[in-house]
């Protein structure tokens, strides 16, 4: 085996990569979970490797680096773009398409629900603490997996830190908030 330098540039939306017998694609279609999220698509088997971007149906994300606006727009064009069977995360086990609506469902709801929160004019500490994860998208207790949830409640209080912060620089407010 020899080691190959890098000798192409992936700078945009698509690059397909010849690995001999095999070819994958690299795949941006707007931030997510980061700015620059990834996903390497293999179309023989209709699988993806989506690291951090998507998870199986049962986990929702962290909201990293934005807000839940973009990332649905992003998940959306990705599920609509490409024929995915089978997800390869970053974390946890391989998911199925489901995956997709499931974050979707719950990146709208978080939405709303701290949209509400701003409007009432709750600071940041108040609607982390008022705006707990709905059942809906925790893992259920007959799952050997609800040992998850947990996390998912955690993830989800960053999540909606995240949110606020976003729908705050959205409306051109301050983005020092007070916690009072």
């Not at 992936?10 to 620059?36: A, I």
């Not at 709208?108 to 409007?119: G, I, K, N, P, T």
Request: hydrophobic share 40%.
């Amino acid at each position: 085996m020899t080691w190959r330098k890098p000798d192409r540039v992936f700078d945009g939306e698509f690059l397909e990569l010849d690995l001999g017998d095999r070819k994958v694609e690299l795949w941006h279609f707007g931030p997510g979970n980061t700015p620059v999220d990834t996903i390497v698509y293999d179309p023989l088997s209709s699988s993806a490797w989506t690291g951090n971007f998507l998870s199986n149906e049962h986990v929702s994300t962290m909201l990293l680096e934005g807000g839940p606006r973009e990332y649905i727009d992003t998940l959306a064009r990705a599920k609509n773009q490409l024929d995915i069977k089978r997800i390869v995360s970053g974390h946890g086990p391989m998911g199925q398409p489901l995956a997709f609506d499931h974050l979707i469902a719950y990146l709208w709801w978080l939405l709303r629900e701290v949209d509400e929160a701003v409007r009432l004019g709750l600071t940041e500490v108040a609607a982390v603490e008022a705006i707990t994860l709905d059942q809906r998208f925790l893992v259920s207790r007959l799952s050997p997996a609800s040992r998850l949830n947990p996390l998912l409640r955690n993830f989800h209080r960053l999540n909606v830190l995240s949110t606020y912060q976003a729908l705050w620089k959205e409306r051109g407010l301050p983005t020092t908030i007070k916690a009072a």
